[in-house]
C-alpha cells in the first residue's frame, strides 16, 4: 500500500496505478491524497516558513545592550554669546554629549564652520542610560585649525541631573547657561537643548532642591554712618 512516509512518496505513477484499480470514482479521491501529501512534504521540509516566523526571529535576536536601562534623545537647537577665542576670524564650533556615570564614552555633533559666538546646530545625538542618577554633561569645543600645534579648546559646559528630565516626565525643554570653570560659575553663554528620556523609571528618587541665594543669611554693612 502506498505507506511511504504518510504518502509523501505518493508519486505520478503510483496514483495513475490506484486510479485503475479502483476506477474513476476514486478521482475525488486521489486529489485529496495529491494535496496532503504536497502539503505534508512542505511541513517537514523545514524550507518554507511565513513570513510572520521569520519576523518574530528577526525580533527575538534584536536586545538591548547589557546593562542599559534607557536612551536619552538630545536635540542641540543652538548656542550663543560662547566667547569666540580666534583673533581673525569666526571659530568653528562643535558640541560634545556625555553621562557622568559613563563619562569615557562621549559622541560630537558636526562642526559648525565659522560659527563663531552663535553656532546653530539643529542636530539630534542619542545617549545610552546605564545609571539613572548620573547627569548629561554637554560641552561647547572650538575646533583647532592647527591640530599639531593647537589642541580643541573648551568654551563652556552645562550639566543637566537626568532627575529633572524624569521630573518633567521625560521631556525638557530649556536653555541653559554655560560655565568656563568646573570650580566655580562662569559665564560662557548659553545652550538650548531638547532633552528626551525613554526607559525604565526609579521608584524612588532624589530631587535636588532649587539653588538657594549665596548672601541671603547675610547682613550687609550700612554704609550711611
Same mark, same amino acid.
Given at each position: ?8 512518496? &505518493?508519486?505520478?505513477?503510483?496514483? @495513475?496505478?490506484?486510479? /485503475? ?22 511541513? /517537514? ?24 536601562? +534607557? @536612551? ?13 577665542? &580666534?583673533? @581673525? /576670524?569666526?571659530? =568653528?564650533? @562643535?558640541?560634545? %554629549? ?18 563663531? +559666538? ?6 539630534? %545625538? ?11 554633561? &554637554? ?12 589642541? =580643541?579648546?573648551? %568654551? ?12 518633567? !516626565?521625560?521631556?525638557?525643554? !530649556? ?27 526609579? =521608584? ?12 541671603? =543669611?547675610?547682613? %550687609? ?5
Amino acid at each position: 500500500m502506498l505507506s511511504c512516509g504518510s504518502y509523501q512518496c &505518493c508519486s505520478s505513477s503510483a496514483v @495513475y496505478t490506484v486510479f /485503475h484499480l479502483l476506477g474513476s470514482s476514486s478521482f475525488p479521491f486521489l486529489l485529496f491524497l495529491q494535496r496532503n501529501s504536497a502539503s505534508n512534504l512542505m511541513n /517537514h521540509s523545514g524550507k518554507s516558513s511565513s513570513p510572520q516566523s521569520i519576523n518574530k526571529q528577526s525580533e527575538t535576536n534584536v536586545e538591548t545592550p547589557e546593562g542599559v536601562i +534607557g @536612551y536619552l534623545d538630545v536635540f542641540i537647537h543652538q548656542a550663543h554669546n560662547i566667547h569666540n577665542i &580666534c583673533i @581673525y /576670524h569666526k571659530q =568653528d564650533v @562643535y558640541a560634545k %554629549l556625555s553621562l557622568t556615570g559613563n563619562p569615557e564614552i562621549a559622541i560630537e555633533s558636526k562642526v559648525i564652520r565659522s560659527a563663531g +559666538g552663535n553656532p546653530v546646530f539643529n542636530e539630534k %545625538l542619542q545617549l545610552s542610560v546605564q545609571n539613572i542618577e548620573s547627569s548629561l554633561r &554637554c560641552e561647547i569645543w572650538m575646533r583647532s585649525a592647527v591640530p599639531s600645534h593647537l589642541e =580643541d579648546q573648551l %568654551l563652556g559646559f552645562v550639566l543637566i541631573p537626568l532627575s529633572n528630565v524624569i521630573v518633567a !516626565k521625560g521631556k525638557l525643554e !530649556k536653555e541653559f547657561a554655560l560655565s568656563a570653570n568646573d570650580l566655580f560659575h562662569s559665564a560662557a553663554g548659553f545652550v538650548q537643548l531638547s532633552i528626551s528620556y525613554v526607559g525604565s523609571y526609579p =521608584d524612588v528618587m532624589a530631587v535636588a532642591p532649587p539653588p538657594v541665594a549665596v548672601f541671603a =543669611d547675610t547682613a %550687609l554693612p550700612d554704609f550711611r554712618e
